[in-house]
Each structure stands twice: as structure tokens, then as C-alpha cells.
């Protein structure tokens, strides 16, 4: 008869041992914040208006999970919400021809030394906006964006007194990741969420115009 037993770690076995199980620990945190991380946005039907002579759109966005958003944050990353304003002419069995683009950006972090999130423009030294709430950070920010993208009048002769089409693009990527995940990990994507487009039609100097 015979019997066997598992052979127990020597103390280097055992000191490896101790030591992947404190990097579990460390890693939960960040690897809860990849397991609920926001997958959509949500956001309103675009508005177009006129003050002053500038066109702009009224939007609101905002991730279908703020809390996920908000330990992503917490966990190192830093993301970037892009937006691009196309204004096109539009065209019959042709391809629309563009007048204009606009692009613009909002780079969100997490300050672990003052515990703020904060929100800058890019190239901008200091935020222009910090809040510990991230959710009244996103109130006043992304729930609320204007965004200038034309003058009223040359929009009116490049679209020739025709309804232009305006495309707003967007999305959220990643601009940086905490300093244990590899960027050349499988699981590695730039986008936080997918991007998405919304459209709609403008008529220069038109009744919208306000």
C-alpha cells in the first residue's frame, strides 16, 4: 500500500506565493472597475441654435454607468471624450459634399491627492473644471455642452439658402490606463465606449435661428 501527500512549498515557494497573492489584492480594485465599466452613452436629440451670429449644438451625453466611469477613474485611467461637427451640403445621387468641421475634447481624470475629478481641454495646464462628484462634475459638463461650430451667414451662402446636414460624432477613449495593465494585452481597446453618430438637418438664417 501505497500513499502520497502534496509536497509542501519550501520558504521561497511560500514567500511567491504570499506575494501574488498580495498583488490580487492590489489588482481588485482596478479588475472591479473593468467588470462594470460603462458600455453606451446616453444622450438627448441634438439642438441646433443661433446667438450672436455662431451656430452651435446643444447636447447632452453622459456613460450609461457613472459608477463603472467613476472607478475607472479611481483605478488610474484617464479618458477623453472626442466629438467631431461635420456640416455637409447635401446632394442627389452624389456624395454630400462637406462644408465644415469642428472638433473638440474633454480629458477626464481622477486626482488621488485632492480626491477630485477633473476635466480639462486639451493643452490647457489646469482643469477647467474639478468637483468630487463626478456625477455634478458631469451636471454641469457633458449634460450641458454647447458647441460652436459656424457663422450663420457663411453657412447660408456656402449652403446656397439649402438645408445643410450636420453629423456630430463622438466617443470616449482610454488616454491612459493604470501602470499594471499592458496596453498589448489582448483585452487592450482605446474606446471606453463605442463610438456613435447623430444627424440632422440646418437651414441657415431659417426659422431655427434664434
Not at 20 to 40: G, T, Y
Not at 74 to 99: D, T, Y
Not at 143 to 151: Q, S, T
Not at 176 to 186: F, G, S
Request: charged fraction near 25%; include cysteine; glycine fraction near 4%.
Amino acid at each position: 500500500m501505497s500513499s502520497s501527500c502534496a509536497k509542501i512549498p519550501d520558504k521561497r515557494g511560500r514567500m511567491l506565493i504570499a506575494a501574488l497573492l498580495v498583488c490580487v489584492f492590489i489588482m481588485l480594485p482596478s479588475l472591479r472597475a473593468w467588470a462594470v465599466s460603462p458600455k453606451n452613452f446616453l444622450y438627448s436629440q441634438p439642438e441646433i441654435f443661433v446667438r450672436n451670429g455662431i451656430v452651435s449644438a446643444a447636447l447632452s451625453l453622459e456613460p450609461d454607468n457613472t459608477e463603472g466611469l467613476r472607478d475607472l477613474l479611481k483605478a488610474g485611467s484617464s479618458v477623453e471624450l472626442k466629438i467631431r461637427i461635420i456640416v455637409e451640403r447635401q446632394r442627389f445621387l452624389i456624395p454630400n459634399a462637406e462644408i465644415s468641421h469642428s472638433d473638440f475634447s474633454f480629458i477626464l481624470r481622477h486626482d488621488p491627492l485632492t480626491r477630485e475629478f477633473t476635466m480639462a481641454l486639451p493643452g490647457e495646464m489646469y482643469p477647467a473644471f474639478k468637483d468630487k462628484n463626478l456625477i455634478r462634475l458631469l451636471d454641469h459638463t457633458w449634460k450641458k455642452l454647447e458647441l460652436p461650430f459656424g457663422l450663420d451667414d457663411r453657412l447660408q451662402a456656402e449652403g446656397e439658402g439649402e438645408p445643410l446636414k450636420v453629423i456630430i460624432n463622438f466617443a470616449l477613449e482610454y488616454i491612459e490606463l493604470p501602470a499594471w495593465l499592458d496596453k498589448n494585452m489582448v483585452m487592450w481597446s482605446k474606446d471606453v465606449l463605442a463610438p456613435e453618430s447623430l444627424s440632422l438637418e440646418y437651414t441657415p438664417g431659417g426659422p431655427k435661428a434664434r
